[in-house]
């Protein structure tokens, strides 16, 4: 089972930044897509960024420009994904959870448990 955990939430004015970072169980670096998702109350769970083996990204237009997603897999014990958030809005307040697969394991997708971004006016 892979494990996901997530850290750097919190409470930001608008206009401020936050780093949120997940680190992975993942032993292998290749072939694997890490990402972010997340969900407001009331609202369904909608895709924030991606990023693929190679570095190629994908963002949502509601974050693009703002938001900027990396991932760091020097450490050998780890897998880890990072999201700086910048420029933040009332409108990102949210629970964020970092996503992992791993197409060559098939369609399951790994989810850390979430954490709380809010950003206040």
């Known amino acids: 089972q892979v494990q996901l955990v997530e850290s750097g939430g919190g409470l930001v004015q608008a206009g401020g930044s936050l780093t949120l970072s997940c680190a992975t169980s993942?032993?292998?670096?290749?072939?694997?897509?890490m990402g972010w998702y997340r969900q407001a109350p009331g609202k369904e769970r909608e895709l924030v960024a991606i990023?693929?083996?190679?570095?190629?990204?994908?963002?949502?237009d509601s974050v693009k420009g703002r938001f900027a997603i990396s991932r760091d897999s020097s450490d050998n014990a780890k897998n880890t994904a990072l999201l700086q958030m910048n420029n933040l809005k009332p409108d990102d307040t949210a629970i964020y959870y970092c996503?992992?697969?791993?197409?060559?394991?098939?369609?399951?997708?790994?989810w850390g448990q979430g954490t709380q971004v809010t950003v206040s006016s």
């Open positions: 996503y992992t697969r791993v197409p060559a394991w098939g369609t399951a997708a790994y």
């Open positions: 993942l032993r292998i670096f290749n072939d694997v897509i």
């Open positions: 990023i693929k083996d190679g570095g190629d990204t994908t963002y949502s």
